[in-house]
């Protein structure tokens, strides 16, 4: 047990400084446009697709290499790149799955963000219950077509192409019959609405599927083999944000420690209520303890060892510290945190939450509800806990045995 | 970065476990509820040939020289027995603090002696108020001679009955001062104060005008708070890692139950309401053995955050280690209420050490301290 950064990765965490010092935009990014330069800057810099094979223009990065660049961008409050989900989900899961003319056509393009990806699982009625997707793809010859709605696509606005879950066949138990496609956005048969979310912008967006057309080669895998592919790729990014992820909580942290500093309660500065000290004090032992298991999960991907179901644990012990963070920063905030613009900079978050571009409260606070809901929420996370850990029993499912539909 | 334990600390711990399986089952917990000493000799003289006895001192005093994450590891084994015993009275209490601010000749008396079994230190350091902040010491020595005399009046001593030789801060005009005083002194009164975990053994002591030599001064005099500063932190480490210990076993045998309970036809460990409780209990276990050992270990090696992390780790196990102990017992339904079933030791266990050392407000309050 160690606990200190290796000499490498000490230099290698002052080298990715030194570099952000020097490159990070000196005015805040408005356009896609400019945010593909930013992309561009950080991917020619070796800091994007990191732990991808070096033959598909990654770096074959370790785990901790990867987290350190992240955490020193959280560090410098540095722009996101863009193209997160191709980086993050389809590029992995085309390099697993796919076949060799897909890799040469597709994987670069990723990674310089020359083309932009979502991810088009989610449907109005296949939320939780992900394989009961409806939307089909049936066979036309040379090609598939597709028809159905997917919803809260991230990038979906922005996407040129989408990683697609669609049923190939109905007749067999539902997590047999999905199969899984790289489909062009950019098409007649694909109409794309944002979706208005509580914090009023539209991260996610609705994709509607009429006859839409995905090649034959454009599949990824076997027929019927989708379900299986989506649920290997789930879990390729975590541990990567990891201690970024506690780096901009522990920023924002500060922040609020500044505002308690000068909001008064009785004429007595919030900092100095023993009340909310005890409140402060817990969220802070919290973040440690987020901090600490980082460490743990980072060890472990350092080994070759995937967490698998243990990311699980990850995911539901920060996004539900999350909430918990941002109900206190409200409740300490009063009125300002619910300000959604002019707030006095002292009450300004000034930090880009990991979504967002939007520097609020209200908006940070908004945006945690969301993190125990996306990619799988709290009670499907716990259900894999409690089945994949614990080898707990299964509950008796009606859906189990039966055709999809 | 390595947040592994070492193939030497995979030993240990399994060879604590193995022997605590086999000397310090359940029947051995109940056993020694009736016993009037509270522990058995036999299991204590195995600690000492086995080395746990000794194991954070220096081998000049027939330690085993290892650190504070080993000692954790053994703490949580303890914790997952519910064992009863001296064990952390003597070796973290008494051991910890000699070996950081005994003068050569008190090292040479009572290390090799608490690492071989034959003597048992313990440390009395809170009074009424319960304030385990030194500053707070009501005690006093006044000088008598060459020597002082003692007065004063110390609660919740673990071990006190027992014990040869008890650490307790007393003011002196420089300060706030440590001694060393043998509980069976002329002026010295033991009073059980018997608590829910009968594995944990509390005593009033009574110091009544008691005659100690120059001697029995540990570290400079009105040097007390900094020496306890550093023992309380340690131990707070300790103490939740034994508390680890005890709502691990309390999580293992929820899950064990689950499965086989059935109502409505079925395990219960298939309903949600059931599933998800022991999910977070797990997380809450596994977050608290990344705090334990996070803190551990940034004692061990002096890191910048010691301080902070045993402060993180006392405030978030204390309250992880109570809610999942009291979600076993939910879990277990009425069995886990009898007294019969065994929850309730581990139950007990993690409930005596919450307050100790600082409870979670405590240290939530110097977590901001550090922060702010």
């Known amino acids: ?405 | 970065m390595n947040f592994s334990f070492s193939d030497d600390q995979i030993l240990l711990r399994n060879s604590v476990r193995a022997a605590l399986d086999e000397q310090c089952r359940p029947a051995h917990v109940r056993a020694m509820m009736d016993d009037a000493r509270g522990y058995g000799e036999t299991l204590w003289g195995e600690m000492a040939k086995l080395g746990w006895l000794g194991l954070p001192f220096a081998e000049e005093y027939g330690g085993a020289g290892l650190g504070l994450v080993e000692l954790c590891l053994v703490l949580e084994e303890l914790g997952r027995a519910a064992y009863p015993g001296p064990y952390f009275a003597s070796v973290v209490l008494g051991g910890l603090a000699l070996t950081e601010a005994g003068t050569a000749a008190q090292k040479e008396k009572w290390l090799p002696a608490i690492a071989s079994g034959t003597a048992r230190l313990t440390a009395a350091l809170v009074e009424e108020s319960l304030d385990w902040n030194p500053a707070s010491t009501c005690a006093t020595a006044t000088r008598r001679g060459e020597g002082w005399t003692l007065a004063g009046v110390k609660r919740f001593v673990p071990w006190a009955h027992v014990a040869d030789a008890v650490l307790l801060p007393a003011r002196t005009p420089e300060g706030v001062s440590l001694f060393l005083v043998d509980p069976r002194s002329p002026g010295v009164s033991v009073t059980p104060l018997p608590g829910i975990d009968v594995g944990s053994r509390w005593s009033e002591l009574r110091l009544h005008d008691v005659a100690v030599t120059p001697e029995a001064a540990v570290g400079p005099l009105g040097g007390a708070g900094s020496i306890l500063e550093a023992l309380v932190r340690r131990a707070a480490v300790g103490a939740s890692a034994e508390m680890l210990g005890a709502a691990r076993r309390c999580l293992n045998m929820s899950v064990d139950y689950a499965k086989v309970r059935e109502q409505f036809g079925q395990p219960i460990g298939s309903f949600q309401a059931i599933r998800h409780r022991c999910a977070e209990m797990l997380m809450a276990v596994e977050n608290s053995h990344a705090a334990v050992y996070y803190a551990a270990w940034a004692l061990d090696a002096g890191a910048e955050d010691a301080a902070l992390a045993a402060s993180v780790s006392k405030a978030y196990v204390s309250e992880a280690a109570r809610q999942v102990c009291g979600d076993a017992i939910q879990v277990h339904g009425g069995i886990g209420f009898t007294w019969e079933y065994d929850l309730h030791l581990y139950f007990k266990r993690a409930k005596a050490l919450e307050p100790l050392f600082g409870d979670a407000e405590y240290h939530r309050e110097l977590i901001v301290r550090h922060v702010a």
């Not at chain 1, 644990?313 to 510290?321: D, N, R």
Request: proline content about 4%.
């Open chain 1, 1 to 405: 047990m160690d606990l200190n950064y290796t000499p490498e990765d000490i230099a290698f965490r002052k080298q990715v400084r030194a570099w952000l010092e020097r490159n990070l935009p000196r005015e805040p990014i408005r356009t896609l446009a400019e945010r593909r330069v930013w992309h561009r800057r950080l991917y020619e810099a070796g800091y994007l697709g990191m732990g991808w094979p070096r033959e598909y223009g990654g770096g074959a990065a370790r785990p901790m290499e990867q987290a350190i660049v992240a955490d020193e961008m959280a560090r410098a409050n540095a722009p996101a790149p863009t193209n997160s989900l191709g980086i993050g989900i389809v590029g992995p899961t085309i390099v697993v799955h796919g076949t060799e003319a897909q890799k040469q056509r597709y994987l670069k393009k990723i990674l310089t963000a020359e083309e932009l990806w979502c991810q088009l699982y989610s449907e109005p009625n296949a939320g939780s219950d992900l394989a009961s997707l409806k939307t089909s793809a049936v066979d036309g010859g040379d090609h598939f077509v597709v028809n159905g709605q997917k919803i809260w696509t991230s990038s979906g606005a922005i996407a040129d192409w989408g990683l697609l879950l669609a049923r190939t066949d109905a007749a067999v138990p539902k997590h047999k019959g999905i199969t899984c496609f790289l489909m062009s956005m950019r098409q007649p048969g694909v109409e794309v609405r944002p979706l208005k979310q509580i914090t009023g912008s539209s991260e996610f967006s609705e994709v509607f599927m009429t006859n839409a057309r995905v090649d034959k080669s454009d599949q990824i895998g076997k027929l019927g083999e989708g379900w299986a592919i989506a649920q290997t790729t789930l879990g390729y990014e975590r541990g990567g944000r990891s201690l970024a992820r506690v780096t901009t909580y522990a920023s924002q942290y500060h922040r609020l420690l500044d505002a308690a500093r000068r909001l008064t309660r009785h004429g007595r500065p919030l900092i100095d209520d023993p009340l909310v000290r005890q409140k402060l004090g817990r969220i802070w032992a919290e973040l440690e303890v987020e901090r600490y298991s980082a460490l743990r999960v980072l060890t472990q991907l350092e080994r070759g060892e995937h967490p698998g179901a243990g990311g699980s644990l990850t995911k539901l012990s920060y996004s539900e510290f999350e909430k918990r963070f941002m109900e206190l920063a409200q409740e300490i905030l009063g009125s300002y945190g619910q300000l959604i613009d002019g707030a006095p900079a002292e009450y300004q978050l000034q930090i880009d939450t990991a979504v967002g571009e939007n520097g609020t409260w209200a908006y940070a606070f908004l945006w945690s509800r969301a993190g125990t809901i996306y990619a799988g929420s709290s009670e499907i996370q716990k259900n894999v806990i409690g089945e994949r850990i614990l080898g707990l029993p299964k509950e008796p499912r009606a859906d189990r045995a039966g055709a999809a539909r």
